[in-house]
């Protein structure tokens, strides 16, 4: 049997009546009339609260003393009131809480020294709708230190007609950029926030990401037990790999008093993305080296879990007795998928696109010129050869092994798999003759003329079958995002995805257990948190001319649900079904508004919000460094003008390439705000431009220049009735204009 110390678990205990403080003993510990001493010191992080329930919520902070190595004693106090004069009576209810008197007004907690000194307690029996204030005592030989005052809110009662309105907002990068949008937030009036992941960003100084800063850094101190990455010549960084690492990550984050007001004055419903673990990751799998070095590490997944697990306030879906086991079978060790009901109008719905889903469909380290869809496969699909499609040659048929040769021999030179992609016994190896041409064409710049091979020459290839290489998808690089992650071309990509079916986003489990809680849910909005934007992001590079021309389209990224068609399909369809319902979104660093559809059904929609990063690189400045960096982009006039001109390539007037998508600003940082009733959602965007984030404004004396530099969209969604596809509106000075009306059953 394990040891209750081999865990850390929420401390339990239940309110019950309101009592009147009066001069507190020594033996409690309680402030009444006596002194507090007000000392941040030892509570570095301060407070946070999570998951509100109609009768419950999470509350949270850490202690440190000096370099005091064992548990400490701490207390919690919970009031109706700031000045604490209404205290709630305390009442533990489990076995991990040290004994006291039954109708105390606080209650006596530890802060263990193997879970970095996280303190988490599941306060029950609350009233619904409420707020309550709480702080926790921290006692020395020198006197009774407290934290900072903490508010929350539990959640109003399942059948209250009350209206609902809170935040959402996800990617802080402590480095280098300061929390100007969450010094923001903190003044707002709302009921809760919702963080959609990247809470942490898990590297320190990545130039591809990240800004240089003297005052703004991320430092790991154990860097033997972190991973070294060497982004470019000269530089060399870390990213966290230990459980001390993603600790000192969020000790850090959590400094910040932009951030801290924000847990301070608000209950927070958080999910992970990528970050908390690594840069794109699936499971336990990272993605640094592209294919170039074995990444799964199940290690360094469980000290990110765990980190999360201790820091983050929250009630997980397994219950009250949920114990967060290191030794569990990844990713069994934790599930943070949950939902939550706010009164009658708003269901919300937080799911995990991380922990389950397959490795993206065109591996990094896919040799580029290996066939993935034949000739017979293909017209099984399409009943026509597309024109992107490549004619191909047997790599082991006579006629072509002086191409095997010439490839296995520059194989070492290139770390790429000499066996072409291919295992053994996989069957004939089929590889794209104008792939072929190329490698020659380059290996005979480096020959003596006698030693020169002959190109396969049109004649040979009108003999040739034509299929789907990885390089018509966007491969040109043997180790690389290109074409796998990011700018992958879409019309090869929709191909390969059908004939991939299924690809994993959610897992079964999720995935089950998610349509289930749409289909039985009984708000008024459905809203569901996720992490990755569900709008389609293509971009049309296709030169106007007046005879037929072979598009060229590219996804932006297919790390999230672009890269998943055939489960985001059927997420869409399930929500569609379900009706009223609503995605609020992150990861993209930009704002957006749109309503995605099932690709072959485009009356089959929902409605999305994304919003932007709180701090982090903007979409468009993203774009611009991987364009710079693609060595085909970069050296071409049109693709060099894509990140400049992104919300024409995006929002695209004639309703072609993405036709669901009515706004995109795609070079804004911020925060968003919902609010839903009977009748309408409607969320507010708070835009700040990325240089805001250079200095500080977190003091009361900032915040008329902070609200200078906020400008706002409004849109909205108003209530259907079954079957009635969702609709979507602006606010254009006061007046809500529908958008997109022409794409109302139209064929994308």
């Known amino acids: 049997m394990m040891r209750r110390r081999d865990f850390l678990r929420a401390t339990l205990v239940t309110a019950g009546s309101v009592v009147v403080p009066t001069a507190c003993s020594e033996e409690e510990g309680l402030p009444g009339a006596c002194d507090v001493l007000e000392d941040d010191s030892f509570f570095p992080q301060s407070v946070a609260s999570g998951d509100p329930k109609p009768d419950s919520v999470v509350l949270w902070t850490r202690v440190v003393d000096g370099d005091r190595k064992t548990d400490l004693a701490v207390a919690l106090v919970v009031a109706l009131d700031e000045a604490f004069t209404q205290l709630v009576e305390l009442k533990p209810t489990s076995s991990n809480v040290a004994a006291t008197a039954s109708g105390s007004a606080r209650v006596p907690v530890t802060a263990r020294a193997e879970f970095d000194y996280c303190v988490k307690v599941k306060v029950s029996g609350l009233s619904p709708g409420t707020t309550y204030y709480y702080r926790f005592y921290y006692t020395t030989g020198q006197g009774c230190f407290s934290s900072r005052v903490g508010r929350t809110k539990t959640a109003p009662a399942p059948d209250a007609d009350v209206p609902v309105r809170f935040a959402f907002v996800s990617c802080q990068d402590y480095a280098g950029r300061y929390f100007n949008a969450l010094a923001a937030l903190a003044n707002q009036p709302i009921d809760f926030v919702v963080h959609l992941g990247d809470y942490i960003h898990e590297t320190t100084g990545d130039p591809t990401s990240q800004p240089p800063a003297e005052q703004r850094k991320v430092a790991l101190s154990d860097v033997n037990g972190a991973i070294t990455l060497k982004p470019a010549e000269g530089v060399e960084i870390h990213a966290a790999r230990s459980l001390n690492n993603y600790r000192e990550l969020y000790r850090t984050y959590r400094s910040d008093r932009a951030l ?17 673990f690594s840069d794109d990751c699936h499971g336990a799998t990272a993605t640094y080296f592209n294919g170039r070095e074995q990444e799964e590490d199940e290690s360094r997944r469980k000290a990110a879990n ?5 820091y983050m306030p929250v009630d997980y879906r397994a219950g009250d007795d949920f114990r967060y ?24 719905v937080m799911t995990d696109l991380r922990s389950y889903r397959a490795d993206h469909l065109i591996p990094e380290d896919a040799f580029p010129g290996k ?5 017979p496969a293909l017209v099984d699909l399409l009943e026509d050869i597309p024109p992107y499609a490549s004619r191909y040659a047997d790599i082991d048929a006579d006629e072509h092994r002086i191409y095997r040769d010439a490839l296995e021999e520059i194989a070492p030179t290139f770390r790429f798999d000499p066996s072409f992609g291919y295992q053994q016994g996989e069957g004939p190896r089929f590889i794209s003759a104008a792939f072929i041409n190329e490698v020659v064409a380059k290996l005979n710049e480096q020959r003596e003329e006698e030693e020169r091979l002959p190109l396969i020459d049109n004649t040979a290839m009108a003999f040739m079958d034509s299929g789907i290489s990885y390089a018509d998808l966007g491969k040109t690089d043997y180790f690389s995002a290109f074409g796998s992650r990011y700018l992958v071309d879409k019309d090869a990509f929709d191909a390969v995805s059908q004939l991939a079916g299924d690809v994993q986003v959610m897992g079964e489990a999720q995935k089950a257990w998610f349509k289930d809680t749409i289909n039985k849910s009984e708000s008024t909005w459905t809203v569901w948190g996720n992490s990755c934007c569900l709008s389609q992001l293509a971009i049309d590079l296709t030169p106007s001319s007046d005879e037929p021309i072979e598009p060229w389209r590219y996804y932006l990224r297919c790390d999230g649900w672009d890269g998943f068609r055939a489960q985001r399909n059927e997420v869409i369809a399930a929500l569609a079904e379900r009706g009223n319902a609503v995605a609020i979104t992150g990861d993209l660093h930009a704002f957006l508004a749109g309503t995605p559809a099932v690709d072959a059904a485009p009356a089959t929609k929902v409605v999305e919000f994304a919003g932007a990063a709180v ?24 693709a060099r003008n894509i990140a400049a001109e992104l919300e024409d390539y995006l929002v695209d007037k004639e309703l072609k390439t993405n036709p669901q998508l009515a706004f995109c600003k795609p070079d804004g940082n911020g925060f968003c705000i919902a609010e839903a009733n009977a009748d309408e959602l409607v969320v507010t965007m708070h835009m700040l431009p990325e240089s805001a984030l250079a200095t500080p404004l977190y003091e009361e004396a900032d915040a008329a220049a902070l609200e200078e530099q906020i400008t706002i969209e409004r849109f909205k969604t108003v209530k259907t009735a079954p079957g009635e596809p969702p609709a979507l509106f602006q606010d254009e000075g006061g007046t809500w204009q529908k958008l997109n009306p022409a794409t109302e059953g139209q064929d994308p």
């Open 260 to 276: 801290q007001r924000v847990h301070e004055r608000f209950p927070v419903i958080a999910i992970w993305d990528d970050h908390e």
């Open 325 to 348: 086991d290191r030794s569990a079978e990844y990713p069994e060790d934790i599930s943070i998928y949950r939902d939550f009901t706010f009164g009658k109008h708003v269901h919300l």
């Open 306 to 310: 765990q980190a999360w697990f201790e």
């Open 371 to 375: 066939i993935v869809v034949n000739q």
């Open 615 to 638: 701090a982090g690189p903007t979409l468009r400045a993203t774009l611009e460094k991987q364009v710079a960096s693609h060595p085909l982009l970069k050296d071409d006039p049109i």
